[in-house]
């Protein structure tokens, strides 16, 4: 039981190129592409004096080269944690969102819908990728009561995370920003999740893929 609140930086890895392209990533490991490797830096800068005690991330790839830019500027070890992972899409992953319209037309529609207990061929069910994730979070939480701790994850993991702190079901439709590198904050306690911040981006002003090629 958490005694004591937590301060939580909840972090989107950096973009990659199938984000730009819409292709669906899950578990699929893709790097993070040239403005995703700049945002991370920036990301890093904007949290240099932050009081962090702890570095959480995903294994995957785009997300654990987001927490190396900060594990270098701040001399911390990354914690690396499989359920902070994406949510499985099984066959989805690779295509985007015309293909799959597409090919799994019935699918696609139940996916849409955000039907908690459906999983694609292959995929994982909604309400089982929301439990991992969450408890993933409460446990590095539970780890460090009283103090600050960065976490680096996915879309889906902040979607997740987001609905916990507002109280909004699975199953509601969207309506919050999920944008890459920005930086979120949320309060972990015993009861709980609390918003405080979200979608700050402002550290990634003037920073776009023309500026660096990718």
Do not use: K
Not at 34 to 47: D, F, K, T, V
Not at 55 to 80: K, N, P
């Amino acid at each position: 039981m958490l005694e004591q609140v937590t301060r939580i930086v909840l972090i989107r890895h950096g973009e990659t190129a199938w984000n730009r392209a819409t292709r669906i990533q899950g578990h699929t490991d893709i790097p993070l592409s040239p403005l995703g490797l700049a945002q991370a830096e920036r990301l890093a800068q904007a949290l240099a004096d932050e009081p962090l005690a702890a570095l959480y991330a995903s294994d995957l790839s785009r997300a654990r080269q987001t927490a190396e830019a900060l594990a270098r500027r701040r001399g911390l070890d990354i914690q690396f944690d499989t359920d902070l992972r994406e949510r499985a899409f099984g066959c989805f992953e690779g295509l985007d969102w015309q293909q799959i319209s597409e090919q799994y037309p019935e699918d696609a529609e139940r996916w849409r819908r955000r039907e908690p207990d459906f999983a694609v061929g292959g995929g994982e069910s909604l309400s089982g990728f929301s439990a991992r994730c969450l408890a993933a979070v409460r446990r590095a939480a539970a780890a460090h009561p009283g103090q600050d701790v960065a976490i680096v994850a996915h879309g889906g993991v902040l979607d997740c995370l987001y609905r916990a702190a507002t109280r909004v079901a699975l199953n509601a439709p969207r309506s919050w920003q999920l944008g890459n590198a920005t930086i979120n904050r949320l309060l972990a306690t015993a009861d709980g999740f609390t918003l405080v911040g979200w979608n700050d981006d402002q550290h990634l002003a003037g920073l776009s893929a023309d500026d660096i090629g990718a």
